[in-house]
């Protein structure tokens, strides 16, 4: 099996599974208990959350841990909404190719009155930083840009947007969870207020993750309960899994330079294979994006048969998210870089990792070539395009 879909999840790494039995198997005390088991976990529980901070250039009392990404960005947004308005303020600026977990949170948060203006993704799937300052008015209460795209893998000008928002005194939070552990995360550096980070996309466990939220900067609980995460996230820490995250984020970012030249070289090995492929393109930005993340669209093919045929041939991809797939929607991502829904239903998403080769990427561009030669083949819609009778888009 080639597994190449590393944005949907990855396999968790030795680091993590290492971090993890240790907790399980040893080091299962509950960290609120003031006796030496309780206390061992407390310090465990610590010594992830200074090897985090570590990561991503923060202070460890900036940290809070969460059950996942998605909770992050919840509660970052929620957080920073609820201050806003304390003060009057709230109008929210956020983009319309952003992950469902800010989406979503942003739909209930306008339910409750805020006003939500999400900018349009130009063509190359990078927003810029002219287009939010245009947006910023003086009720501005959070600015919300992802580090990088999930199914474009396009990667945003964070730190031009940090600057931004830090000039104007407008809280910044970013969806980091596609960059981090792939591409250099410093807060400090980045002038990132609140950042939302995910331990299994990069070779951590499931529900385990990361809000960043810097100093001094309002931060409230979802899940109210007890005293955990300085009275901001209740509930008994789910120490294997931190540990896990912590190792695993640790592990990718001493690799990080060498694995980004890596899987850059590959990436595009791939994207010039599937580019000879007639009446196909990629989506985003070639360069500015994501080292192992190809994102195409195919003309005349529907995208989840193709990964029907693909995975037969062993190959495990994804059209579009994890997330929307199941559901016959047209990605909002690809809709909001301008591809028409036909073309958003012809999607691919090919993204490598750690455990991916040259030989992997080999047997990629044989395979996907075949399938879609063998989809077109068999598409009404294909036959009148070749025929003349509807027009080709790409
Ligand atoms: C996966 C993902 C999330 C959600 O993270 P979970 O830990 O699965 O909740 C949020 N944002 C982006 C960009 C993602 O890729």
């Known amino acids: 099996m080639i597994y190449a879909d590393h944005a949907a999840t990855t396999r968790p790494g030795p680091e993590a599974l290492c971090a993890m039995r240790v907790c399980l198997e040893e080091n299962w005390g509950n960290p609120s208990s003031l006796h030496q088991s309780g206390q061992r976990a407390a310090a465990a529980l610590e010594d992830a959350r200074r090897r985090v901070a570590a990561c991503i ?11 996942g990404g998605s909770e992050a960005d919840n509660q970052a947004l929620c957080s920073a909404a609820r201050a806003g308005a304390r003060r009057g303020r709230t109008h ?26 999400l900018l349009d993704v130009p063509p190359d799937g990078v927003v810029s930083a002219a287009q939010v300052a245009a947006a910023i008015r003086a009720d501005t209460c959070l600015v919300s840009v992802m580090s990088a795209n999930n199914e474009l893998g396009t990667v945003q000008p964070v730190a031009e947007l940090g600057a931004l928002c830090r000039a104007r005194g407008i809280p910044f939070h970013t969806d980091a969870v596609q960059a981090a552990g792939h591409l250099p995360v410093d807060v400090a550096a980045q002038q990132v207020d609140y950042l939302a980070l995910s331990a299994h996309k990069f070779g951590g466990p499931k529900g385990a993750g990361v809000l960043y939220a810097r100093r001094g900067l309002p931060v409230a609980p979802l899940i109210r ?27 990718s970012c001493r690799t990080l330079e060498a694995e980004a030249r890596r899987l850059t070289r590959l990436r595009d090995r791939l994207t010039d294979g599937l580019s000879r492929i007639p009446h196909a393109a990629l989506n985003g930005d070639p360069a500015r994006r994501l080292p192992g993340h190809v994102s195409f669209c195919f003309e005349g ?15 495990c991809a994804s059209s ?31 993204t490598l990792g750690p455990e991916n080769t040259e030989a992997d990427v080999d047997a990629i561009l044989e395979a996907v070539p075949a399938a879609v030669a063998r989809l077109r083949a068999m598409s009404p819609l294909w036959r009148d395009k070749i025929n003349g009778k509807k027009p080709f888009l790409l």
Do not use: K, W
């Open 57 to 67: 250039g923060a202070s460890p009392r900036e940290i809070y841990f969460t059950a």
């Open 92 to 117: 929210i600026v956020s983009t319309a190719f952003e992950h469902h977990a800010v989406l979503h949170a942003l739909e209930a948060l306008a339910e409750e009155g805020f006003e939500v203006q």
């Open 225 to 251: 309960g007890g005293a955990q995460e300085r009275g901001q996230r209740g509930g008994t820490e789910n120490l294997p899994a931190l540990a896990g995250m912590a190792a695993a984020l640790e592990a």
């Open 301 to 315: 093919v529907e995208g989840e048969s193709l990964l029907l045929l693909l995975d037969e041939a062993g190959i």
């Open 320 to 350: 579009g998210s994890a997330c929307t797939s199941g559901s016959l929607e047209p990605s909002h991502v690809l809709l909001a870089i301008g591809r028409p829904a036909e073309l958003a239903h012809g999607s691919l998403r090919l």
